[in-house]
């Protein structure tokens, strides 16, 4: 069985970047796949990345990782001004951002309007 976790922006706007990290890292460590509304900056998912690296090991075998924003497409002209100034008002909420456990997900393939969240086949134990 697969469990999603959605985490609200709101829940992590108020933590410094240490602390959105370890949480996020924390909810995948229970085999969880978070779909996080908006993104992380970017010194955040470089810290989540080395972090992760830090902690591989038998039970954790790390994350993928994937950032969806539409927006950002085909952003030309006014479009693109308009998606600044609200990025700009509303900070790191839009978008999406998805990371799950290494050993659950297999790939994550992305484009501008979908993610696709291949998972791996979990073997069944005997007698069950």
Request: cysteine-free; overall charge positive.
């Amino acid at each position: 069985m697969v469990t999603l976790q959605f985490v609200p922006y709101s829940e992590i706007e108020d933590l410094g970047s240490a602390r959105r990290v370890k949480k996020l890292i924390d909810i995948v460590k229970e085999n969880k796949i978070v779909l996080l509304q908006g993104r992380l900056k970017k010194e955040e998912e470089t810290d989540l990345i080395a972090i992760t690296m830090e902690e591989v090991g038998a039970k954790f075998k790390g994350i993928e990782l994937a950032v969806i924003n539409p927006d950002d497409a085909e952003a030309t002209g006014l479009k693109k001004l308009r998606g600044n100034f609200f990025g700009f008002l509303l900070g790191d909420r839009q978008g999406l951002t998805v990371i799950g456990p290494a050993n659950i997900v297999k790939e994550i393939k992305k484009d501008p309007n979908k993610i696709e969240l291949l998972t791996k086949e979990t073997k069944k134990k005997k007698g069950k």
